[in-house]
């Protein structure tokens, strides 16, 4: 696949982005090498390849998935502007 000046002023219409002549051949060019790198990407053999989201092996500790509220009522009330009872008091706004 190759690209033309028209294609790149396309482009560019599209991605509302304002390009002058002269950036329109220097984009040409670069966008093409990139096009046609991704070409040589399609030609790799990668039957059999695992995906991978990391190059290092890594596995997430595990848990137990308990339900806690934390034991820490007093240190967040403690930041709030107001509490009363262990929970937090707000101004009323309905009357």
């Not at 790799?44 to 934390?70: F, H, K, N, Q």
Request: overall charge negative.
């Amino acid at each position: 696949m190759s690209l033309d000046k028209s294609a790149v002023a396309h482009i560019a219409t599209l991605a509302r982005i304002r390009v002058s002549e002269s950036e329109k051949e220097q984009l040409v060019h670069e966008l093409n090498k990139i096009l046609h790198w991704v070409e040589q990407l399609g030609e790799i053999e990668t039957e059999g390849v695992e995906p991978m989201t990391s190059v290092a092996e890594m596995t997430l500790p595990m848990r137990e998935d308990v339900v806690t509220d934390g034991n820490r009522r007093d240190d967040i009330l403690g930041n709030a502007p107001a509490a009363a009872h262990g929970f937090f008091t707000v101004p009323k706004v309905v009357e």
